[in-house]
C-alpha cells in the first residue's frame, strides 16, 4: 500500500462490531460474561468510558461503534460529547443469533448482509482517513464471539 519499508499511520481507526449470539442463551458457559454485557459495552464505549475510547482518545484515533446484532434495543444510543472521536452506527441484522448448536446461526442472507456491514465500515473508515469524509450512512465486542467464530470453519 505504502511502498516502503517505514510506513506511516496519518489517521489510526478502530471498528468494533457489537453483536449477540444465540449459542449463549442456552449454554451460558460458553462464555466468562452474561449475555446482557454486551449491551452494557456498547453503551459504556459510547459514553467514552471503555478502555478503547480511552485508548483512541488519547492517541486521536476515530472509533467506529457498529452494533450488528445486539439482542438489545439501542437505537437510541449516541455518542456522548465526552467521546467526539466515536462514531456510533446502527446496522442490525437481526437482534441476536440463533443457537448454532439448534441450527444455523444465521441464514445466508443475514451472513451476506453482515459482511457487507464490515466491508462498509472498513470503507467509510479508509475514507475518512484518506480526509474524503464519511458519513454514517456510509459505513468485535462480542460475548461468546470465539464459540460462533469457531462455528463458521
Avoid at 453483536?19 to 454485557?37: F, I, L, M, N, Q
Avoid at 437510541?76 to 441484522?93: F, M, Q
Avoid at 444465521?106 to 482517513?129: C, K, N, P
Wanted: aromatic share 2%; proline share 4%; charged share 20%.
Amino acid at each position: 500500500m505504502q511502498q516502503t519499508l517505514q510506513p506511516k499511520v496519518v489517521a489510526a481507526r478502530l471498528i468494533v462490531f457489537a453483536a449477540d449470539h444465540g449459542v449463549t442463551k442456552s449454554h451460558p458457559h460458553v462464555s466468562a460474561y452474561p449475555r446482557e454485557t454486551s449491551t452494557a459495552v456498547f453503551r459504556g464505549i459510547a459514553s467514552g468510558g471503555a478502555a478503547s475510547t480511552v485508548l483512541c482518545a488519547a492517541n486521536d484515533a476515530t472509533l467506529f461503534l457498529v452494533d450488528v446484532g445486539l439482542d438489545a434495543e439501542v437505537a437510541d444510543v449516541e455518542a456522548a460529547d465526552a467521546a467526539s472521536h466515536v462514531i456510533v452506527l446502527h446496522e442490525k441484522i437481526r437482534p441476536g443469533s440463533q443457537d448454532m448448536v439448534e441450527g444455523p446461526a444465521m441464514s445466508e442472507e443475514e451472513v451476506a448482509a453482515a459482511e457487507g456491514v464490515g466491508r462498509g465500515a472498513v470503507d467509510a473508515a479508509v475514507m475518512l482517513a484518506a480526509g474524503e469524509g464519511a458519513k454514517p450512512s456510509e459505513l468485535a465486542l462480542c460475548i461468546g464471539e470465539v464459540s460462533s467464530a469457531d462455528g463458521l470453519h
